[in-house]
């Protein structure tokens, strides 16, 4: 399934905030250089849903589009 997330860099804390305006809003604490907010994301989105998680679109957006594979799919 494919997610539209919005991410918020350099927060106090990592957490899934919610949906707002079609999109998954997701607030990590790293910087985004070098990929730490999407490494960072990416892991905490395989926590929120117990799957794999991939970036798809946006490497370097605050929008992004991401592939949550259910495991129950072969």
Known sequence: MKIKVKVKP???QSKVIGEKNGFLVVRVKSKPEKGKAN???VKLLKE???SKVRIVRGFK?????VVVQDDMVS
Do not use: M, Q
Request: cysteine-free.
């Open 48 to 50: 929120y849903y117990n």
């Open 10 to 12: 350099n927060s106090k």
């Open 39 to 41: 490494r960072e994301l």
């Open 61 to 65: 957006s605050k929008r992004k589009t």
